[in-house]
């Protein structure tokens, strides 16, 4: 896959790794990174001896290793097994990913758990007063005759921050603390969740068209050259010239202006030509800006790919070395 976007060409990767391995749902191109995958995978065991009580095999795990300290607790310890010396080194993603509903408050750590925020409260604390901060304490330790410890709260945190914890409702009966996974809608863990959790979730966006494509029924090879074209990643002359000054970046067809992606396929006039020939009714004029006739043209994009064909045609015509985008994807 590496080799399919990078191939032996000297000039820079059209995408950054990290985003064609994020989720499609989030612009990226769905791959799930190896070592993310692992590492989901020994927390889906993680998560198996906290939640699942009837399982033999969690039974042997916690007399063996849990009879002293809890899972989040217990220290790694060099004569351990390979095994479980990974799930416990999962704990990191177990925890950033849970998010626990107060009971009775006994087993969810105040400044390290997730229980009011998507992330540990500690985060919210400066530097100087971390020292001062007993990382044990429990959000039971924050409880005074069942409702809040407002004085307590007030000692370390802002005060906008102990209004939202003021408004969690404190259960009128001594019930259990509990929790789920977060990163996935019915709160149960999943590998592939725990995988896409791992990756960046930086939100491209333009997600929602990309996501859009990947729904289209085309050729794989289509869906990435508009995937490419939509992320602004295609080897536009501007693009390459950036990387090699031996390249003008100025438009083969129209010699006007600079071969951007949104030039060659929207602003350029010779191509306003392939688009009528298309037949689309895609002419680029009818559109404001280049976004928005992207977000059309995906509606009509196996004539899309038809259409750039056509282009390549006139590219090849071009007595110029072409360097035009079209030559790399298309031919
Ligand atoms: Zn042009």
């Known amino acids: 896959m590496r080799n399919f976007f990078w191939g032996s060409s000297s000039t820079s990767p059209p995408v950054a790794w990290e985003q064609v391995c994020s989720p499609k749902s989030k612009g990226g191109l769905g791959i799930r990174p190896v070592s993310c995958f692992n590492k989901a995978a020994l927390a889906k065991l993680g998560w198996k001896v906290i939640t699942d009580h009837n399982n033999w095999w969690v039974e042997i795990v916690r007399k063996k290793y849990l009879w002293k300290f ?31 509903i107060i009971g009775n408050g006994r087993n969810i750590k105040f400044w390290t758990f997730n229980w009011i925020y998507d ?18 304490e429990s959000v039971l330790d924050y409880f005074d005759n069942g409702v809040w410890n407002i004085d307590k709260l007030n000692l370390h945190l802002d005060s906008s921050i102990v209004r939202d914890i ?3 409702n404190l259960p009128f009966s001594d ?62 002359r501007a693009r390459l010239s950036r990387f090699n000054s031996n390249i ?51 509606r009509v994009l196996p004539g899309f790919c038809s259409a750039c ?3 390549l045609l006139r590219c090849l015509q071009n007595p110029e070395p072409p360097c035009c985008c079209f030559i790399h994807y298309l031919k």
């Not at 992330?119 to 001062?132: A, G, K, M, S």
């Not at 006039?269 to 992207?294: A, E, G, R, Y």
């Open 309 to 311: 064909f056509s282009l």
């Open 175 to 236: 019930r259990e603390d509990e929790f789920v996974w977060g990163p996935a809608s019915d709160g149960k863990f999943s590998i592939k969740s725990a995988t896409w959790f791992q990756c960046n979730q930086n939100v491209h966006p333009k997600a929602n068209l990309l996501n859009k494509i990947w729904k289209l029924n085309l050729p794989p090879k289509a869906k990435i050259f508009a995937w490419l074209l939509v992320r602004d990643r295609l080897k536009t």
């Open 166 to 168: 003021s408004f969690v």
């Open 119 to 136: 992330f540990p409260l500690i985060q919210l604390v400066d530097e100087n007063t971390r020292p001062f901060i007993d990382l044990d």
């Open 70 to 100: 809890s899972f989040f607790d217990v220290p790694k310890q060099p004569h351990q097994s390979f095994a479980w010396k990974g799930i416990l080194d999962s704990r990191d993603i177990i925890l950033k990913g849970m998010r626990w």
């Open 248 to 298: 003008n970046p100025v438009c083969g067809l129209c010699n006007n202006d600079v071969e951007t992606s949104d030039h060659i396929f929207w602003s350029c006039p010779k191509v306003w030509d392939v688009w009528t020939i298309s037949n689309l009714n895609h002419n680029p004029t009818t559109f404001n800006c280049f976004d928005d006739w992207i977000v059309s043209i995906v």
